[in-house]
């Protein structure tokens, strides 16, 4: 992939979410094309800018992550959470590759946001995820402030701060992944 004009931010948000229901219950050829929209296209977009950026010294990177890509394992999101698990990684990672060049990379870690998400994800009941519901406009705007300051990670709000704390304390994995499935289970 080759890109034209001068990039200078390039945000990877557009994502989708097959979420509550496990891998064998999935229709064909949905894995591929989530993969392909949540990693191919934001690891080849940063690719095509990236080089250019770096060649005029300035330039910011915002991949939307997710809680998700923290929660290991995530109950009945494989494929989603390891797609976001893969935005944390290559966006730490590409952070560090980047000191000293003049271009940053940051990544936004939303837990629940009041989107179109959920729908789009099938999942129609989402009042077990409210209490951790945040509006959009907070989450975009602290991704936003992360990204101008050349943060490498924002994760917004309280409560998803506590869930990226509480993974470190973990105490099984089959809790981990029953307590987050619970959330999504369909
Ligand atoms: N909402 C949450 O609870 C939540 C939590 C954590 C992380 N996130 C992340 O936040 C980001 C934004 O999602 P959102 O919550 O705003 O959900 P959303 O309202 O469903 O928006 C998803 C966006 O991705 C685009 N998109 C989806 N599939 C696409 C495809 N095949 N090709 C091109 N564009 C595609 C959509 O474009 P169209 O409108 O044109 O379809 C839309 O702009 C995503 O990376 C998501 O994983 C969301």
Same mark, same amino acid.
């Given at each position: ?127 077990? @995820?409210?209490?951790? /519901? #945040?509006?959009? %406009? =907070?989450?975009? !705007?602290?991704?936003?402030? +992360? ?14 701060? @506590?869930?990226?704390? /509480? #993974?470190?304390? %973990? =105490?099984?994995? !089959?809790?981990?992944?029953? +307590? ?7």
């Amino acid at each position: 992939m080759t890109v034209e004009a001068p990039i200078d931010y390039l945000v990877n948000n557009a994502a989708f979410g097959i979420v509550g229901i496990p891998l064998q219950q999935y229709a064909q050829g949905d894995l591929s094309r989530m993969v392909q929209v949540n990693v191919t296209a934001l690891a080849e977009l940063t690719e095509a800018c990236v080089r250019d950026m770096v060649a005029r010294g300035s330039g910011r990177i915002l991949n939307v992550s997710s809680i998700s890509g923290y929660v290991v394992p995530h109950g009945v999101e494989c494929g989603y959470a390891a797609s976001k698990a893969f935005v944390v990684s290559f966006s730490e990672c590409l952070a560090q590759d980047l000191r000293g060049t003049g271009v940053t990379c940051t990544h936004l870690a939303p837990g629940p946001t009041r989107t179109e998400f959920f729908d789009t994800a099938g999942l129609t009941d989402t009042r077990r @995820l409210e209490p951790m /519901m #945040m509006d959009a %406009a =907070p989450v975009a !705007r602290a991704g936003y402030e +992360a990204m101008m300051a050349g943060k490498p990670a924002c994760i917004p709000g309280v409560a998803n701060k @506590l869930m990226r704390a /509480m #993974m470190r304390f %973990a =105490p099984s994995r !089959r809790f981990t992944a029953l +307590a987050s499935g619970m959330a999504v289970r369909r």
